[in-house]
Protein backbone atom coordinates (compact mmCIF):
# COMPACT_ATOMS: atom_id res chain seq x y z
CA UNK A 1 0.00 0.00 0.00
CA UNK A 2 1.25 3.39 -0.40
CA UNK A 3 2.00 5.71 1.96
CA UNK A 4 -0.86 8.21 2.01
CA UNK A 5 0.22 11.82 4.30
CA UNK A 6 -2.98 13.71 5.82
CA UNK A 7 -2.64 17.09 4.98
CA UNK A 8 -4.07 19.72 7.17
CA UNK A 9 -7.65 19.14 7.55
CA UNK A 10 -10.07 20.56 10.09
CA UNK A 11 -12.57 17.90 10.20
CA UNK A 12 -9.87 16.59 13.49
CA UNK A 13 -9.39 13.43 11.20
CA UNK A 14 -6.18 10.90 12.75
CA UNK A 15 -3.51 10.21 9.90
CA UNK A 16 -3.71 6.98 8.51
CA UNK A 17 -0.73 4.57 9.64
CA UNK A 18 1.33 4.44 6.23
CA UNK A 19 3.36 1.87 5.40
CA UNK A 20 6.64 2.57 3.29
CA UNK A 21 6.17 2.83 -0.60
CA UNK A 22 7.48 0.31 -2.65
CA UNK A 23 10.79 2.12 -4.34
CA UNK A 24 10.04 1.73 -7.99
CA UNK A 25 11.54 4.19 -9.75
CA UNK A 26 12.29 6.20 -7.03
CA UNK A 27 16.13 5.60 -5.57
CA UNK A 28 16.70 5.67 -1.97
CA UNK A 29 17.40 8.53 0.03
CA UNK A 30 21.17 9.49 -0.23
CA UNK A 31 21.30 11.68 2.75
CA UNK A 32 20.80 9.98 5.95
CA UNK A 33 20.05 13.08 7.49
CA UNK A 34 16.92 13.47 5.26
CA UNK A 35 15.02 10.69 6.19
CA UNK A 36 12.09 10.59 8.50
CA UNK A 37 12.54 9.94 12.08
CA UNK A 38 9.06 9.14 12.87
CA UNK A 39 8.74 5.39 12.00
CA UNK A 40 5.06 4.41 11.59
CA UNK A 41 3.35 7.88 11.46
CA UNK A 42 2.02 10.36 8.39
CA UNK A 43 3.69 13.39 8.03
CA UNK A 44 1.20 16.38 8.61
CA UNK A 45 1.41 19.41 5.80
CA UNK A 46 0.56 22.14 8.35
CA UNK A 47 1.82 25.62 9.04
CA UNK A 48 4.45 26.75 11.56
CA UNK A 49 2.57 27.82 14.85
CA UNK A 50 -0.67 26.19 14.33
CA UNK A 51 -2.96 25.57 17.31
CA UNK A 52 -2.45 21.49 17.42
CA UNK A 53 -0.13 18.78 16.30
CA UNK A 54 -1.66 16.94 13.37
CA UNK A 55 -4.04 19.53 12.51
CA UNK A 56 -3.42 23.07 10.63
CA UNK A 57 -5.69 26.20 11.41
CA UNK A 58 -5.96 28.29 9.81
CA UNK A 59 -3.75 31.76 9.22
CA UNK A 60 -5.86 34.44 11.80
CA UNK A 61 -8.07 36.08 8.46
CA UNK A 62 -8.27 40.06 8.07
CA UNK A 63 -11.58 42.24 9.42
CA UNK A 64 -15.08 40.89 7.52
CA UNK A 65 -15.78 43.66 4.59
CA UNK A 66 -18.50 45.53 5.98
CA UNK A 67 -19.88 46.38 2.71
CA UNK A 68 -22.02 43.27 1.55
CA UNK A 69 -23.26 41.72 4.76
CA UNK A 70 -25.58 39.39 2.63
CA UNK A 71 -23.02 37.24 1.33
CA UNK A 72 -22.23 34.60 4.30
CA UNK A 73 -18.19 33.75 5.17
CA UNK A 74 -16.96 31.04 3.22
CA UNK A 75 -14.90 29.29 6.09
CA UNK A 76 -16.28 26.66 7.81
CA UNK A 77 -17.03 28.14 11.45
CA UNK A 78 -19.36 30.88 9.60
CA UNK A 79 -21.07 28.18 7.11
CA UNK A 80 -24.67 28.72 8.40
CA UNK A 81 -24.89 31.65 10.40
CA UNK A 82 -26.46 33.76 7.20
CA UNK A 83 -28.63 32.93 4.27
CA UNK A 84 -26.22 31.72 0.88
CA UNK A 85 -26.90 34.40 -1.77
CA UNK A 86 -27.26 35.24 -5.21
CA UNK A 87 -24.13 35.92 -7.44
CA UNK A 88 -24.53 37.12 -11.05
CA UNK A 89 -21.32 36.69 -12.81
CA UNK A 90 -20.68 39.09 -15.96
CA UNK A 91 -18.14 37.48 -17.97
CA UNK A 92 -18.84 34.17 -16.82
CA UNK A 93 -17.27 32.45 -19.86
CA UNK A 94 -13.50 32.80 -19.61
CA UNK A 95 -11.27 30.19 -17.73
CA UNK A 96 -11.27 32.77 -14.48
CA UNK A 97 -14.54 33.42 -13.73
CA UNK A 98 -16.23 30.61 -14.44
CA UNK A 99 -14.03 28.64 -12.02
CA UNK A 100 -15.11 30.60 -9.47
CA UNK A 101 -19.08 30.65 -10.35
CA UNK A 102 -18.51 26.49 -10.60
CA UNK A 103 -17.00 27.14 -6.84
CA UNK A 104 -19.82 29.53 -5.90
CA UNK A 105 -22.34 26.75 -7.19
CA UNK A 106 -20.76 24.37 -5.11
CA UNK A 107 -20.73 26.02 -1.85
CA UNK A 108 -24.29 26.17 -1.77
CA UNK A 109 -25.11 29.62 -3.82
CA UNK A 110 -27.36 30.16 -6.44
CA UNK A 111 -25.52 31.32 -9.81
CA UNK A 112 -26.55 33.18 -12.86
CA UNK A 113 -24.10 34.73 -15.54
CA UNK A 114 -23.68 36.00 -19.15
CA UNK A 115 -21.64 36.61 -22.01
CA UNK A 116 -21.26 37.55 -24.88
CA UNK A 117 -20.72 34.30 -26.85
CA UNK A 118 -20.92 30.34 -25.01
CA UNK A 119 -17.66 28.56 -24.25
CA UNK A 120 -16.98 25.04 -22.90
CA UNK A 121 -16.36 26.00 -19.72
CA UNK A 122 -20.27 27.22 -19.89
CA UNK A 123 -21.31 23.60 -20.63
CA UNK A 124 -20.50 22.71 -16.78
CA UNK A 125 -21.57 25.48 -15.32
CA UNK A 126 -25.22 24.91 -17.26
CA UNK A 127 -24.76 21.08 -15.77
CA UNK A 128 -24.44 22.20 -12.53
CA UNK A 129 -27.20 24.51 -12.21
CA UNK A 130 -26.30 28.14 -13.14
CA UNK A 131 -28.63 30.93 -15.28
CA UNK A 132 -26.85 31.25 -18.52
CA UNK A 133 -27.69 34.22 -20.52
CA UNK A 134 -25.73 35.21 -24.38
CA UNK A 135 -25.60 38.52 -24.57
CA UNK A 136 -25.93 41.45 -22.00
CA UNK A 137 -29.10 42.81 -20.58
CA UNK A 138 -30.17 43.78 -17.39
CA UNK A 139 -33.17 41.12 -17.80
CA UNK A 140 -30.47 38.75 -17.50
CA UNK A 141 -30.06 39.56 -13.57
CA UNK A 142 -33.81 38.96 -12.93
CA UNK A 143 -34.72 35.26 -11.89
CA UNK A 144 -37.39 33.50 -14.34
CA UNK A 145 -40.22 34.41 -12.35
CA UNK A 146 -39.09 38.19 -12.24
CA UNK A 147 -38.42 38.96 -8.77
CA UNK A 148 -35.62 40.17 -6.89
CA UNK A 149 -32.15 41.47 -7.44
CA UNK A 150 -28.75 39.50 -6.70
CA UNK A 151 -27.23 40.37 -3.72
CA UNK A 152 -23.36 40.62 -5.63
CA UNK A 153 -22.39 41.45 -8.98
CA UNK A 154 -19.24 39.55 -10.00
CA UNK A 155 -17.55 40.82 -12.76
CA UNK A 156 -14.60 39.70 -15.61
CA UNK A 157 -11.83 42.16 -16.01
CA UNK A 158 -12.58 42.28 -19.78
CA UNK A 159 -15.81 43.92 -18.99
CA UNK A 160 -15.63 47.49 -19.87
CA UNK A 161 -17.47 49.68 -17.31
CA UNK A 162 -20.65 50.79 -19.09
CA UNK A 163 -22.03 47.66 -19.43
CA UNK A 164 -25.36 47.45 -19.67
CA UNK A 165 -25.58 44.93 -16.74
CA UNK A 166 -22.74 47.16 -14.53
CA UNK A 167 -24.76 50.12 -14.70
CA UNK A 168 -28.04 48.44 -13.98
CA UNK A 169 -26.48 47.18 -10.36
CA UNK A 170 -25.29 50.30 -9.96
CA UNK A 171 -28.48 51.97 -10.32
CA UNK A 172 -30.10 49.16 -8.06
CA UNK A 173 -27.54 49.74 -5.45
CA UNK A 174 -26.14 46.12 -5.63
CA UNK A 175 -22.56 45.52 -4.50
CA UNK A 176 -19.99 44.93 -7.41
CA UNK A 177 -16.95 43.24 -7.45
CA UNK A 178 -14.20 42.74 -9.80
CA UNK A 179 -12.38 39.91 -9.95
CA UNK A 180 -9.25 40.99 -7.96
CA UNK A 181 -11.73 42.41 -5.22
CA UNK A 182 -13.95 38.77 -5.14
CA UNK A 183 -10.64 37.19 -5.14
CA UNK A 184 -9.77 38.58 -1.85
CA UNK A 185 -12.96 38.48 0.16
CA UNK A 186 -13.09 34.57 -0.96
CA UNK A 187 -9.61 33.61 -0.22
CA UNK A 188 -9.60 35.47 3.41
CA UNK A 189 -10.35 32.48 5.74
CA UNK A 190 -7.85 30.51 3.98
CA UNK A 191 -4.22 29.27 3.33
CA UNK A 192 -3.82 30.97 0.02
CA UNK A 193 -1.47 28.88 -2.39
CA UNK A 194 -0.86 31.72 -5.13
CA UNK A 195 0.60 30.47 -8.68
CA UNK A 196 1.53 32.87 -10.64
CA UNK A 197 3.76 33.83 -13.53
CA UNK A 198 3.86 34.42 -17.05
CA UNK A 199 3.74 30.86 -18.32
CA UNK A 200 2.87 27.45 -16.75
CA UNK A 201 0.85 28.32 -13.37
CA UNK A 202 -2.50 26.51 -14.89
CA UNK A 203 -0.53 23.46 -15.25
CA UNK A 204 1.49 23.80 -12.01
CA UNK A 205 -1.47 24.78 -10.17
CA UNK A 206 -3.61 21.41 -11.52
CA UNK A 207 -0.35 19.58 -10.76
CA UNK A 208 -0.07 20.78 -7.00
CA UNK A 209 -4.01 20.52 -6.85
CA UNK A 210 -3.97 17.03 -8.20
CA UNK A 211 -0.92 15.68 -6.05
CA UNK A 212 -2.79 17.29 -2.53
CA UNK A 213 -5.90 16.07 -3.40
CA UNK A 214 -4.65 12.35 -3.93
CA UNK A 215 -2.19 13.10 -0.63
CA UNK A 216 -5.98 13.41 1.48
CA UNK A 217 -5.95 16.85 1.34
CA UNK A 218 -9.94 18.24 2.01
CA UNK A 219 -8.33 21.78 -0.05
CA UNK A 220 -10.20 24.30 -2.23
CA UNK A 221 -8.62 24.96 -5.80
CA UNK A 222 -9.33 27.11 -8.70
CA UNK A 223 -7.52 26.36 -11.76
CA UNK A 224 -8.17 28.11 -14.95
CA UNK A 225 -8.52 25.32 -17.44
CA UNK A 226 -10.30 21.80 -17.09
CA UNK A 227 -8.39 19.30 -15.76
CA UNK A 228 -9.86 15.85 -16.72
CA UNK A 229 -8.82 14.08 -13.03
CA UNK A 230 -10.62 16.30 -11.08
CA UNK A 231 -14.55 15.47 -10.73
CA UNK A 232 -15.35 19.21 -10.86
CA UNK A 233 -13.66 19.87 -13.97
CA UNK A 234 -11.35 22.82 -13.53
CA UNK A 235 -12.25 23.17 -9.16
CA UNK A 236 -11.98 21.49 -6.26
CA UNK A 237 -14.61 22.31 -3.69
CA UNK A 238 -13.29 21.15 0.25
CA UNK A 239 -13.30 22.91 3.18
CA UNK A 240 -10.15 24.08 3.35
CA UNK A 241 -7.92 25.44 5.08
CA UNK A 242 -5.77 25.24 1.62
CA UNK A 243 -6.79 26.74 -0.98
CA UNK A 244 -4.90 26.49 -4.62
CA UNK A 245 -5.32 29.64 -7.12
CA UNK A 246 -4.36 30.12 -10.00
CA UNK A 247 -2.95 33.88 -10.05
CA UNK A 248 -3.51 36.07 -12.57
CA UNK A 249 -1.10 39.75 -13.18
CA UNK A 250 -3.82 40.02 -16.26
CA UNK A 251 -4.98 43.67 -15.20
CA UNK A 252 -3.32 43.29 -11.83
CA UNK A 253 -5.75 40.68 -10.91
CA UNK A 254 -3.58 39.03 -8.47
CA UNK A 255 -3.21 42.16 -6.12
CA UNK A 256 -6.30 41.02 -4.59
CA UNK A 257 -4.44 38.29 -3.00
CA UNK A 258 -2.56 37.64 0.35
CA UNK A 259 -0.85 34.65 0.21
CA UNK A 260 0.82 32.25 2.77
CA UNK A 261 2.53 30.58 -0.41
CA UNK A 262 3.39 32.56 -3.92
CA UNK A 263 4.95 30.45 -6.78
CA UNK A 264 6.43 32.36 -9.18
CA UNK A 265 7.08 30.29 -12.54
CA UNK A 266 8.53 32.87 -14.54
CA UNK A 267 8.27 36.43 -15.27
CA UNK A 268 8.18 38.14 -18.88
CA UNK A 269 6.52 40.69 -20.86
CA UNK A 270 3.11 39.34 -21.84
CA UNK A 271 -0.18 41.87 -21.81
CA UNK A 272 1.36 43.95 -23.69
CA UNK A 273 -2.40 45.84 -23.93
CA UNK A 274 -1.62 46.56 -20.23
CA UNK A 275 2.29 46.16 -19.30
CA UNK A 276 4.25 48.54 -21.65
CA UNK A 277 7.41 46.83 -21.17
CA UNK A 278 9.00 43.78 -19.01
CA UNK A 279 9.43 46.17 -16.23
CA UNK A 280 6.34 47.12 -15.90
CA UNK A 281 5.61 43.43 -15.53
CA UNK A 282 8.31 43.24 -12.97
CA UNK A 283 6.87 45.96 -11.54
CA UNK A 284 3.91 44.33 -10.87
CA UNK A 285 5.20 41.05 -9.49
CA UNK A 286 7.06 43.09 -6.90
CA UNK A 287 3.73 44.57 -5.91
CA UNK A 288 2.39 40.48 -5.53
CA UNK A 289 5.33 38.99 -3.49
CA UNK A 290 5.17 41.73 -1.04
CA UNK A 291 1.88 40.85 -0.02
CA UNK A 292 3.16 37.41 1.25
CA UNK A 293 2.08 36.79 4.84
CA UNK A 294 4.61 36.86 7.43
CA UNK A 295 5.36 33.92 8.06
CA UNK A 296 5.14 33.06 4.30
CA UNK A 297 6.59 31.62 1.59
CA UNK A 298 8.07 32.56 -1.72
CA UNK A 299 8.83 29.94 -3.95
CA UNK A 300 10.38 31.06 -7.63
CA UNK A 301 12.06 29.71 -10.63
CA UNK A 302 15.55 30.43 -10.18
CA UNK A 303 16.37 30.18 -14.29
CA UNK A 304 13.91 32.93 -14.99
CA UNK A 305 15.90 35.65 -15.08
CA UNK A 306 12.62 37.55 -14.58
CA UNK A 307 11.48 36.01 -11.87
CA UNK A 308 15.06 35.71 -10.09
CA UNK A 309 15.55 39.57 -10.59
CA UNK A 310 12.32 39.74 -7.75
CA UNK A 311 15.28 38.83 -5.32
CA UNK A 312 16.60 42.08 -4.12
CA UNK A 313 18.26 41.12 -0.80
CA UNK A 314 20.96 38.50 -0.79
CA UNK A 315 19.95 34.80 0.48
CA UNK A 316 22.36 32.36 2.50
CA UNK A 317 24.43 30.15 0.80
CA UNK A 318 23.86 26.87 2.52
CA UNK A 319 24.69 23.40 1.31
CA UNK A 320 23.27 21.68 4.15
CA UNK A 321 20.71 18.95 3.40
CA UNK A 322 20.22 17.05 6.13
CA UNK A 323 16.88 19.34 6.84
CA UNK A 324 15.18 20.90 4.27
CA UNK A 325 13.86 23.91 5.10
CA UNK A 326 14.09 27.32 3.03
CA UNK A 327 17.17 29.43 3.17
CA UNK A 328 16.27 32.62 4.63
CA UNK A 329 14.00 35.43 6.00
CA UNK A 330 13.69 38.63 4.53
CA UNK A 331 12.80 41.72 5.87
CA UNK A 332 9.50 41.13 4.15
CA UNK A 333 8.87 38.37 6.69
CA UNK A 334 8.83 35.44 3.90
CA UNK A 335 11.12 32.84 3.13
CA UNK A 336 12.38 32.30 -0.21
CA UNK A 337 13.00 28.72 -2.15
CA UNK A 338 14.14 28.46 -5.99
CA UNK A 339 13.81 25.86 -8.33
CA UNK A 340 14.96 24.76 -11.39
CA UNK A 341 17.32 22.88 -13.94
CA UNK A 342 20.77 24.81 -12.82
CA UNK A 343 22.75 23.29 -9.63
CA UNK A 344 22.56 27.13 -7.84
CA UNK A 345 18.85 26.28 -7.22
CA UNK A 346 17.24 24.56 -3.95
CA UNK A 347 15.56 22.21 -6.15
CA UNK A 348 16.78 21.08 -9.34
CA UNK A 349 16.06 18.60 -11.80
CA UNK A 350 19.12 16.28 -13.66
CA UNK A 351 20.04 13.76 -15.66
CA UNK A 352 16.48 14.57 -17.69
CA UNK A 353 15.41 11.60 -20.40
CA UNK A 354 12.80 10.56 -22.36
CA UNK A 355 10.45 7.32 -20.74
CA UNK A 356 8.54 4.85 -22.34
CA UNK A 357 4.98 6.62 -22.06
CA UNK A 358 6.68 9.46 -24.10
CA UNK A 359 6.69 11.60 -20.79
CA UNK A 360 10.49 12.23 -18.86
CA UNK A 361 12.14 11.30 -16.04
CA UNK A 362 14.62 12.98 -13.79
CA UNK A 363 16.61 12.95 -11.08
CA UNK A 364 15.33 15.09 -8.04
CA UNK A 365 17.61 16.90 -6.19
CA UNK A 366 17.66 19.50 -2.97
CA UNK A 367 20.48 21.31 -2.71
CA UNK A 368 23.45 19.13 -3.16
CA UNK A 369 21.26 15.69 -2.06
CA UNK A 370 19.94 13.51 -4.16
CA UNK A 371 16.06 12.74 -3.23
CA UNK A 372 15.12 10.51 -5.47
CA UNK A 373 14.36 9.23 -9.31
CA UNK A 374 11.03 10.86 -10.61
CA UNK A 375 8.47 9.93 -13.92
CA UNK A 376 6.34 11.98 -15.45
CA UNK A 377 3.61 11.25 -18.22
CA UNK A 378 4.11 14.73 -19.47
CA UNK A 379 6.63 15.66 -22.55
CA UNK A 380 8.52 18.66 -22.36
CA UNK A 381 11.31 20.38 -19.90
CA UNK A 382 8.96 22.85 -18.75
CA UNK A 383 6.86 20.30 -17.21
CA UNK A 384 9.47 19.51 -15.51
CA UNK A 385 10.35 22.88 -14.06
CA UNK A 386 6.15 22.82 -13.19
CA UNK A 387 6.70 19.55 -11.26
CA UNK A 388 9.83 20.96 -9.21
CA UNK A 389 7.46 23.74 -8.19
CA UNK A 390 5.49 21.14 -6.83
CA UNK A 391 8.01 19.73 -4.68
CA UNK A 392 9.14 22.77 -3.40
CA UNK A 393 5.62 24.33 -2.43
CA UNK A 394 4.64 20.49 -0.56
CA UNK A 395 8.06 20.72 1.33
CA UNK A 396 7.54 24.41 2.24
CA UNK A 397 3.81 22.84 4.06
CA UNK A 398 5.70 20.78 6.04
CA UNK A 399 6.44 21.80 9.77
CA UNK A 400 9.38 19.59 10.42
CA UNK A 401 11.79 18.89 7.55
CA UNK A 402 13.22 15.71 9.53
CA UNK A 403 9.95 13.85 8.85
CA UNK A 404 9.80 15.24 5.09
CA UNK A 405 11.04 11.84 3.36
CA UNK A 406 7.12 10.17 3.60
CA UNK A 407 5.88 13.23 1.53
CA UNK A 408 8.29 13.71 -0.79
CA UNK A 409 8.10 9.49 -1.69
CA UNK A 410 3.83 10.90 -1.71
CA UNK A 411 4.10 13.49 -4.13
CA UNK A 412 7.08 11.52 -6.24
CA UNK A 413 4.04 8.49 -6.49
CA UNK A 414 1.27 10.86 -7.52
CA UNK A 415 3.26 13.01 -9.75
CA UNK A 416 3.71 10.39 -11.81
CA UNK A 417 0.10 9.71 -12.31
CA UNK A 418 -0.99 13.27 -13.30
CA UNK A 419 -2.19 13.13 -16.83
CA UNK A 420 -2.47 16.67 -18.06
CA UNK A 421 -4.52 19.77 -18.31
CA UNK A 422 -7.29 20.34 -21.51
CA UNK A 423 -5.72 21.92 -24.30
CA UNK A 424 -1.89 21.49 -23.00
CA UNK A 425 -0.75 19.19 -25.54
CA UNK A 426 -4.05 17.86 -25.75
CA UNK A 427 -4.43 14.39 -27.91
CA UNK A 428 -7.90 15.46 -29.87
CA UNK A 429 -7.29 11.78 -31.80
CA UNK A 430 -5.54 9.63 -34.13
CA UNK A 431 -6.93 8.66 -37.91
CA UNK A 432 -5.26 7.27 -41.09
CA UNK A 433 -1.27 7.85 -39.04
CA UNK A 434 -2.26 11.39 -38.31
CA UNK A 435 -1.99 12.75 -34.98
CA UNK A 436 -3.51 15.89 -33.60
CA UNK A 437 -2.86 17.87 -30.83
CA UNK A 438 -4.03 20.73 -29.23
CA UNK A 439 -2.71 23.64 -26.94
CA UNK A 440 -3.43 26.89 -25.26
CA UNK A 441 0.08 28.49 -26.22
CA UNK A 442 0.01 31.92 -27.20
CA UNK A 443 3.59 33.84 -26.21
CA UNK A 444 6.66 32.63 -27.97
CA UNK A 445 8.24 31.15 -25.26
CA UNK A 446 4.88 28.86 -24.52
CA UNK A 447 5.10 27.65 -28.55
CA UNK A 448 8.93 27.39 -27.87
CA UNK A 449 8.29 25.08 -24.78
CA UNK A 450 5.26 22.84 -26.84
CA UNK A 451 7.43 22.27 -30.00
CA UNK A 452 10.00 21.15 -28.12
CA UNK A 453 7.71 19.04 -25.90
CA UNK A 454 6.30 17.92 -29.29
CA UNK A 455 10.05 17.27 -30.85
CA UNK A 456 10.85 14.92 -27.51
CA UNK A 457 7.59 12.63 -27.51
CA UNK A 458 8.22 12.51 -31.34
CA UNK A 459 11.46 12.85 -32.77
CA UNK A 460 11.22 11.90 -36.24
CA UNK A 461 7.93 12.64 -37.17
CA UNK A 462 7.11 15.72 -39.32
CA UNK A 463 5.04 18.15 -37.02
CA UNK A 464 2.56 20.34 -38.98
CA UNK A 465 1.60 23.70 -36.75
CA UNK A 466 -1.46 25.84 -37.21
CA UNK A 467 -0.69 28.92 -35.17
CA UNK A 468 -3.65 31.36 -34.45
CA UNK A 469 -1.87 34.57 -32.80
CA UNK A 470 -3.80 35.95 -30.05
CA UNK A 471 -4.69 39.87 -30.05
CA UNK A 472 -3.43 42.47 -32.59
CA UNK A 473 -0.95 44.35 -29.63
CA UNK A 474 0.75 40.90 -29.12
CA UNK A 475 1.60 39.93 -32.23
CA UNK A 476 2.60 43.26 -33.21
CA UNK A 477 5.04 43.67 -30.09
CA UNK A 478 6.17 39.94 -30.32
CA UNK A 479 6.14 39.37 -33.69
CA UNK A 480 10.19 38.40 -34.26
CA UNK A 481 9.91 36.24 -31.51
CA UNK A 482 6.87 34.01 -32.88
CA UNK A 483 8.54 34.04 -36.12
CA UNK A 484 11.88 32.35 -34.05
CA UNK A 485 9.56 29.74 -32.35
CA UNK A 486 7.80 28.35 -34.66
CA UNK A 487 11.10 27.94 -37.31
CA UNK A 488 11.11 24.41 -35.28
CA UNK A 489 7.98 22.97 -36.72
CA UNK A 490 8.07 21.39 -40.35
CA UNK A 491 5.07 23.22 -41.48
CA UNK A 492 3.45 25.96 -40.23
CA UNK A 493 0.29 27.87 -41.49
CA UNK A 494 -0.62 31.11 -39.95
CA UNK A 495 -4.52 31.62 -39.38
CA UNK A 496 -6.31 35.32 -38.81
CA UNK A 497 -5.71 36.56 -35.49
CA UNK A 498 -8.37 36.00 -32.78
CA UNK A 499 -8.52 39.58 -31.56
CA UNK A 500 -10.10 39.25 -28.21
CA UNK A 501 -11.16 42.73 -26.75
CA UNK A 502 -8.88 44.21 -29.54
CA UNK A 503 -9.18 46.03 -32.91
CA UNK A 504 -6.49 45.90 -35.44
CA UNK A 505 -4.94 50.03 -35.19
CA UNK A 506 -0.92 48.73 -34.19
CA UNK A 507 -0.93 47.30 -38.30
CA UNK A 508 -0.62 43.85 -37.02
CA UNK A 509 -0.34 41.23 -39.87
CA UNK A 510 -0.25 37.82 -39.91
CA UNK A 511 1.18 37.73 -43.34
CA UNK A 512 4.18 39.52 -42.42
CA UNK A 513 4.96 36.95 -39.34
CA UNK A 514 4.61 34.01 -42.14
CA UNK A 515 7.13 36.12 -43.72
CA UNK A 516 9.41 36.09 -41.10
CA UNK A 517 9.64 32.30 -40.62
CA UNK A 518 12.77 30.84 -41.83
CA UNK A 519 13.25 26.84 -42.26
CA UNK A 520 9.67 25.34 -42.57
CA UNK A 521 7.37 26.33 -45.45
CA UNK A 522 5.04 28.52 -44.57
CA UNK A 523 1.39 29.77 -45.59
CA UNK A 524 -0.86 32.36 -44.23
CA UNK A 525 -4.31 31.06 -44.60
CA UNK A 526 -6.93 32.93 -42.60
CA UNK A 527 -9.61 31.54 -42.52
CA UNK A 528 -10.29 28.05 -40.32
CA UNK A 529 -12.22 26.67 -42.82
CA UNK A 530 -9.69 26.83 -45.54
CA UNK A 531 -7.18 25.70 -42.93
CA UNK A 532 -9.22 22.38 -42.22
CA UNK A 533 -9.82 22.16 -46.22
CA UNK A 534 -5.93 22.01 -47.32
CA UNK A 535 -4.69 20.29 -44.02
CA UNK A 536 -7.50 17.48 -45.09
CA UNK A 537 -5.95 17.60 -48.81
CA UNK A 538 -2.36 17.81 -47.93
CA UNK A 539 -2.42 14.51 -45.05
CA UNK A 540 -3.09 12.27 -47.60
CA UNK A 541 0.30 12.54 -49.79
CA UNK A 542 1.94 11.76 -46.14
CA UNK A 543 0.77 8.17 -45.65
CA UNK A 544 4.50 6.68 -45.21
CA UNK A 545 5.42 8.20 -41.94
CA UNK A 546 2.70 9.52 -38.94
CA UNK A 547 1.88 13.38 -39.13
CA UNK A 548 1.43 15.11 -36.03
CA UNK A 549 -0.36 18.12 -36.23
CA UNK A 550 -0.82 20.83 -33.29
CA UNK A 551 -2.91 23.90 -33.61
CA UNK A 552 -1.75 26.56 -31.38
CA UNK A 553 -3.58 29.67 -29.65
CA UNK A 554 -6.66 30.42 -26.89
CA UNK A 555 -9.05 31.16 -29.48
CA UNK A 556 -11.54 29.45 -32.09
CA UNK A 557 -8.76 27.38 -33.48
CA UNK A 558 -9.43 25.13 -30.70
CA UNK A 559 -12.48 23.45 -33.43
CA UNK A 560 -9.73 22.76 -36.15
CA UNK A 561 -8.55 19.27 -34.43
CA UNK A 562 -12.18 17.90 -33.73
CA UNK A 563 -13.30 18.81 -36.96
CA UNK A 564 -10.41 17.76 -39.10
CA UNK A 565 -10.28 14.46 -36.93
CA UNK A 566 -14.24 14.16 -38.11
CA UNK A 567 -13.60 14.98 -41.67
CA UNK A 568 -10.34 12.49 -41.71
CA UNK A 569 -12.36 9.78 -40.42
CA UNK A 570 -15.61 9.87 -42.78
CA UNK A 571 -13.37 10.77 -46.51
CA UNK A 572 -11.22 7.66 -45.21
CA UNK A 573 -12.77 5.42 -42.82
CA UNK A 574 -10.06 3.58 -41.84
CA UNK A 575 -7.65 3.47 -38.84
CA UNK A 576 -5.17 0.80 -37.64
CA UNK A 577 -8.32 -1.42 -36.39
CA UNK A 578 -10.10 -1.02 -39.74
CA UNK A 579 -12.65 1.09 -38.63
CA UNK A 580 -12.86 4.31 -37.51
CA UNK A 581 -9.83 6.67 -35.92
CA UNK A 582 -10.09 7.28 -32.41
CA UNK A 583 -11.53 10.26 -31.08
CA UNK A 584 -10.62 12.24 -27.61
CA UNK A 585 -11.88 15.36 -28.47
Request: include cysteine.
Amino acid sequence: MESRVLLATTNGWSPAIPTRPKQGLATPILCTGFSCRRRGRAVPLRSRGSASRGQCAPLEAKGADKDSEVLVALNGEEEGKKRKGWIHFVGIGGSGLSALALLALKQGFEVSGSDIMWSIFMDELHEAGARLSIGHSASNMERNAGSGLPDVVVVSSAIPADNEEIVHAKLMDIPIYKRDDWLRKITDKYRVIAISGTHGKTTTAAMLSYVLGAMGDDLIAVVGANVPQFSGGNIISGSGPNFVLEADEYDSCFLGLSPYIAVVTNVEWDHVDIFEDEEAVQNIFRRFVRQIRTGGHLILCGDSAGAYALLNDSRQATVSCNVISTSTTLNHGYSITTYGLSSKNDWHASSITRNSQGGQDYVLYYKACQIACISLMLPGVHNVLNSLAVFATVAALVTDGHCVHETINSVRNHLSKFEGVSRRFELIGKVNGCQIYDDYAHHPTEVHAVLQAARQKFPSEPLWVVFQPHTFSRLAALVKDFATALSDADYVIITETYAAREINNLNASESHLATLIRGPSTEYIPRLEDVIDKLALKIPSNMDQDTIILTLGPGDVATVGPELLRRMQKDHKISDNGGLGESYS
